[in-house]
């Protein structure tokens, strides 16, 4: 089954809302609680410290994922970058995607980016498996001129051959992050690519007050083939 990493910043308390949490209930989950060291500080000592309130709350989280339907487990680390943990512990997990978490009740509008350099296949398969056979609407968005490696009008035969609800969207000249931008508040999760114009600044947080101010969900990242990531 597909496997998806979700990056809590557990000593914070930072919590998984429900919605994600049955949103991936297609999905096997490994939940990654991290904590960002200051500079210098051993991580044996953080550990020795922190280690047993830190896997209290993961196991709580973990169980939750599961009584939403998938498999899942956790991981635990203290870090210096958790921009490169995220990528590592996805890698070791053979992860196909990963989360940035965000405020959402039910997800009945999924936004699907596919625009910029992305695995387009790789992500309609991801969104199959995702919705499966509920009850939730796939808004696929490119922006005009865009026709990447999968034409939009094919994505969307493969998605409503699976019996999903699914229409489409071209944002005419503009940037794509700017027509994402556009878009989320309309949507309770966002899909998009690793490769997806201005990633990095969403993984980095440079973005992060931009998306939030347009009521964003959680963003689904779904990752290069493996032989892409190096």
């Known amino acids: ?5 979700v990056p809590v910043a557990v000593l914070k308390n930072e919590a998984v809302p429900l919605g994600l949490m049955n949103l991936l209930g297609t999905m096997d989950v490994t939940v990654l609680g ?3 060291l200051p500079e210098q500080t051993p991580p044996d000592q953080a550990r020795s410290q922190y280690e047993e309130r830190a896997n209290a709350a993961l ?11 998938g498999d899942a487990d956790y991981r635990l680390v ?14 070791e997990v053979r992860a196909d995607a990963y989360a940035i978490t965000g405020a959402t009740g ?8 596919l625009s910029g350099d992305v695995a387009a296949d790789r992500i309609i398969e991801f969104v199959s498996e995702l919705v499966g056979d509920r009850d939730i609407r796939v808004t696929l968005l490119r922006v ?14 493969r998605l409503e051959d699976a019996g999903i609800d699914v229409r489409t969207k071209i944002a005419e000249d503009r940037n794509p992050l700017d027509a994402l931008l556009e878009a989320v508040p309309h949507h309770d999760a966002i899909v998009m690519g690793e490769q997806a114009p ?18 964003v969900g959680p963003v ?11």
């Open 59 to 69: 196991t709580d989280i973990t169980e939750e994922f599961r009584e939403a339907g």
């Open 144 to 157: 005009a001129g865009d026709e990447g490696v999968t034409p939009l009008e094919g994505a969307r035969s």
């Open 220 to 230: 689904l990242v779904v990752r290069r083939p493996p032989a892409e990531r190096e």
């Open 106 to 113: 039910a997800v009945d509008q999924l936004l699907v980016s």
């Open 34 to 36: 991290y904590h960002v």
């Open 78 to 91: 203290f870090t210096a970058n958790r921009q490169k943990t995220v990528r590592r512990v996805a890698d």
């Open 198 to 215: 201005s990633l990095e600044s969403f993984l980095l947080g440079e973005v992060t007050a931009r998306v939030a101010a347009e009521s």
């Open 1 to 5: 089954m597909t496997r998806v990493v």
